[in-house]
C-alpha cells in the first residue's frame, strides 16, 4: 500500500465516521483534496486532515484565537524588550582597556580584493571610492600610505604597522576626557 493509498484511507476512515455521526451519505474521496497526491509536504495533508475532522470555520476560528492569545501575550514582552534595546545599561562605563590600546588587524583579512593598493585619486581609485563623503576606505588607504601616523575616520583613529602589515584600530578619544561606552 503506498503513501497516497494510506492518506486516501485515512479520509475515507474519518468521512465515514463523520457521515455515520450526521447519518448523511459518504463523501467521494477520489483525490477530493489535492493534498493526498504531494509526497513531500505533510503540512496540506494536516491542514486537510484538520478541516475534516473539525470543519474550515472552526479551524479558522481556532487558528485566529491562537494568534490573538499569541499576539496579547507577546505585545508587552515585545515592547518591554524594544525599550531595553534603545537604553545602553552600560553607558556609563569605562571603555576597556584591550579597546584603547587598539586592535591589530592584518590588512588583507580587511582588504579581500586589493582595493586599498589603488590610489582613490588615479582613474581606477575614482570608480572603486566613493569620495563625494569622507569613508572608510579613502582613511584606511591614507592610513597605509602615511604608515605610523595616526588617521581619524568618525570616532575611530586608524594606524598601520608596516612592519606586521596590519591595520591598528583604536577609539578617537578627545584629549582631557574620560571615555565610556556610551
Known amino acids: 500500500m503506498g503513501l497516497i493509498d494510506k492518506k486516501k484511507s485515512i479520509f475515507t476512515t474519518i468521512g465515514a465516521y463523520s457521515s455515520m455521526m450526521k447519518e448523511s451519505k459518504m463523501p467521494d474521496t477520489s483525490n477530493l483534496f489535492p493534498s493526498i497526491n504531494n509526497k513531500k509536504d505533510v503540512v496540506p495533508y494536516l491542514l486537510d486532515v484538520l478541516k475534516v475532522v473539525a470543519g474550515s470555520f472552526a479551524l479558522q476560528q481556532m487558528v485566529g484565537q491562537l494568534f490573538t492569545g499569541f499576539i496579547d501575550g507577546v505585545e508587552p514582552m515585545l515592547k518591554n524588550a524594544i525599550k531595553k534595546q534603545t537604553v545602553q545599561y552600560n553607558s556609563g562605563d569605562g ?55 595616526d588617521t581619524v575616520f568618525g570616532n575611530l583613529t586608524l594606524n598601520f604597522d608596516s612592519t606586521n602589515n596590519s591595520l591598528i584600530f583604536k577609539p578617537n578619544i578627545p584629549q582631557n576626557t574620560t571615555p565610556n561606552i556610551g
Not at 125 to 140: E, Q, R, V
Open 95 to 149: 571603555l576597556p582597556n584591550s579597546f584603547k590600546q587598539g586592535y591589530s588587524i592584518k590588512v588583507p583579512q580587511i582588504d579581500t580584493y586589493g582595493k586599498l593598493k589603488t590610489n582613490p585619486d588615479s582613474t581606477g581609485g575614482k570608480m572603486l571610492y566613493d569620495n563625494a563623503a569622507p569613508n572608510f576606505d579613502s582613511s584606511a588607504y591614507s592610513a597605509i600610505k602615511n604608515s605610523g601616523t
